[in-house]
């Protein structure tokens, strides 16, 4: 495992559209150790591909119940709508609020290769929505609703 440089907001690589993975073998196996070894270096909830300059759809997480790594992520299924503040390593020292749903249902591959089903609520349902738009090209700071102090809220870096 290694430590990969975080890429920041005026890197191009952050706005294109992440490619699908065709196969799990050992190499998306160590993106995505190297992944998880990153965002828990950099104190993150998350982190997607592009963000450490690798246009392929995988991501991680961890809102506190232990590391997800998704491979090829889709969202299933959405319910209801949460307004909270968000931050980005890649786009160090903002925040704001974003609007996201409260549930999210996300159906990808798991490190194995397997076919898996996570269901996320409140901190996971947006850091999952959060990650999977790196995927696409799309940034928090498009759907910022309001900026924020970082100084007075407890933002969330993903």
């Known amino acids: 495992m290694a430590l990969r440089e975080i890429r ?4 191009e690589i952050l706005r294109k559209k992440s490619k699908e993975v065709k196969e799990v073998d050992d190499r998306i196996r160590l993106l995505i150790d190297d992944m998880a070894e990153t965002m828990y270096n950099a104190d993150g909830v998350g982190l997607a591909a592009p963000q450490v300059g690798v246009l392929r759809r995988v991501i991680v997480v961890d809102a506190g119940s232990g ?3 998704l491979v090829n992520p889709e969202i299933v299924m959405v319910d209801g709508e949460q307004i909270g503040v968000e931050g980005c390593l890649s ?14 249902t996300v159906r990808g591959l798991d490190r194995n290769g ?3 089903e996570i269901t996320g609520e409140d901190l996971l349902a ?3 929505s959060h990650e999977i738009d790196h995927l696409n090209g799309v940034l928090f700071i498009d759907k910022v609703i309001k900026y924020v102090n970082m100084e007075d809220e407890d933002g ?3």
């Open 8 to 11: 920041k907001y005026e890197d």
């Open 126 to 128: 947006r850091a999952l």
């Open 67 to 69: 590391l997800i790594a």
């Open 91 to 104: 786009i160090p020292d903002v925040a704001g609020e974003v609007a996201r749903p409260q549930i999210v």
């Open 114 to 116: 397997e076919l898996i």
């Open 156 to 158: 969330i870096k993903e």
